[in-house]
């Protein structure tokens, strides 16, 4: 599994659109990221596996390294190249997402993770999915959780993004382009990350943007925090809300469904 700490310094511009490894102040996010690829490896081991939305490559060269002939496929050209220099195992090419350079039945896996909630054309990209897939074939897909990313709100706070998703709204779109849902996981703050909450007055996220958004310094107790987050400190759950892991209360959304 890459490590953040061990990881080259990343030479795309940070626009908050995208994490990466190698920076303290997104390590948070960037684990929150991690712990999903971590969770879907074995089911792309041995397959050829098509990331879509690849941004800066470090996932889908996790994928890589555990054995899936991974080709990535991302809009941005500063991404690309940056993919290309820095994870040479990969196949990456430039593309929009809704018009996938890839021949029908070409791929046994599509991963699509935290990029879902930044396109316009949803089910264009659906439909595209479905194409290249080949019968049976998985797509894994993973978004923030509209009801605790954006709480109460029709349109999302992040600016980056056009449209967030709950799981039955996800569900929803995936069902309508073709796929069956087998499985709506979870992504959940396991017990330390339990812990930092209760120290950040209730939200250890909330300790984090909201000094991002008011441009303030981060107090040292809160670097060092952010810093100590572990892959593992993240648990992804079915939906268990007799265990206080409710899907509709979890991070994000990991949703595996077939073709």
Known sequence: MTNATD????VLALTGERTAPGIAEENYWFRRHEVAYAHVT???????????????????DMLAASGADVVCVDYDESAVQHSRATYPRLDV????????????????????????????????FVAECRRVLRPGGVLLMSTPNRLTFSPGRDTPLNPFHTRELSAAELTELLVGGGFTVTEMLGVHHGSALRALDKRWNGSFVDAQIGRALADEPWPVALA???ASIRTDDFEIHPDEPDQARG?????????VATA
């Open 224 to 226: 060092a925090d952010v």
């Open 42 to 60: 074995p089911m792309c081991r041995g397959r050829r596996v098509l990331e879509a939305g690849s941004g800066e490559g470090y996932g889908a």
């Open 7 to 10: 990881a080259p310094e990343p």
């Open 93 to 124: 090419r430039r593309a929009n997402l809704v018009d996938l350079p890839l021949a029908d039945d070409d791929v046994d896996v599509i991963v699509n993770f935290q990029v879902i909630e930044h396109l316009w054309d949803q089910e264009r």
């Open 247 to 255: 899907i509709d209360d979890s991070l994000d959304l990991l949703a």
